[in-house]
T-cell receptor, first 112, second 120 residues
Framework: EAQVTQNPRYLITVTGKKLTVTCSQNMNHEYMSWYRQDPGLGLRQIYYSMNVEVTDKGDVPEGYKVSRKEKRNFPLILESPSPNQTSLYFC???????????FGAGTRLSVL | AQKITQTQPGMFVQEKEAVTLDCTYDTSDPSYGLFWYKQPSSGEMIFLIYQGSYDQQNATEGRYSLNFQKARKSANLVISASQLGDSAMYFCAMRPPLGAGGTSYGKLTFGQGTILTVHP
């Protein structure tokens, strides 16, 4: 089944404790992206990647890192999480020439 | 820079009626793509419809149509014959065109969303 898989789905952590949210897609898509969703703000793009080893900042990249060493994986790294990074995070992928993005189920992160 | 504005925080519609969700955008790019996504209470993001700025006709997908008015910079979503299952959050989004240069094609901007409630 074609899908974008995020793990974990739910995470509660404490300030400063490094964490990684994984994202994997099995559709051989070139493009992958991370978003955060906050009430009243919609979805805001954190980072995106057009292909392996090609990443670029979205609108809210501060406090986040990403890497794209393999086509299927695009992990989101929070080196030192802070409470303002408490949010719902989505990973998405798409073929470069297509207009549909496929979203993962989301990761709800709480930073205490 | 691109900007998407959805001015309706919430909308109500009677089942079987049509409803229009507003979306206005701002961009200096001569071409761009516009999207609508649905987010039910379960949380997943579901792609609904896409409109390219140079498409001659308004996009339609089943009960969804996009009322694209380029001069007014609006891309409203029209849902015909509303169903209870249409109750959800709806997001409008835009992206630079394929071939925009560099990696800017990957930059996607979303609006704040509109919560639609369908009453029986």
């Amino acid at each position: 089944e074609a899908q974008v898989t995020q793990n974990p789905r739910y995470l509660i952590t404490v300030t400063g404790k490094k964490l990684t949210v994984t994202c994997s897609q099995n559709m051989n898509h070139e493009y992958m992206s991370w978003y955060r969703q906050d009430p009243g703000l919609g979805l805001r793009q954190i980072y995106y990647s057009m292909n392996v080893e090609v990443t670029d900042k979205g609108d809210v990249p501060e406090g986040y890192k990403v890497s794209r060493k393999e086509k299927r994986n695009f992990p989101l790294i929070l080196e030192s999480p802070s409470p303002n990074q408490t949010s719902l995070y989505f990973c998405a992928s798409s073929p470069l020439a297509k207009n549909i993005q496929y979203f993962g189920a989301g990761t709800r992160l709480s930073v205490l | 820079a691109q900007k998407i504005t959805q001015t309706q925080p919430g909308m109500f519609v009677q089942e079987k009626e049509a409803v229009t969700l507003d979306c206005t955008y701002d961009t200096s790019d001569p071409s761009y793509g516009l999207f609508w996504y649905k987010q039910p209470s379960s949380g997943e993001m579901i792609f609904l419809i896409y409109q390219g700025s140079y498409d001659q006709q308004n996009a339609t997908e089943g009960r969804y149509s996009l009322n694209f008015q380029k001069a007014r910079k609006s891309a409203n979503l029209v849902i015909s014959a509303s169903q209870l299952g249409d109750s959800a959050m709806y997001f409008c989004a835009m992206r630079p065109p394929l071939g925009a240069g560099g990696t800017s094609y990957g930059k996607l901007t979303f609006g704040q969303g509109t919560i639609l409630t369908v009453h029986p």
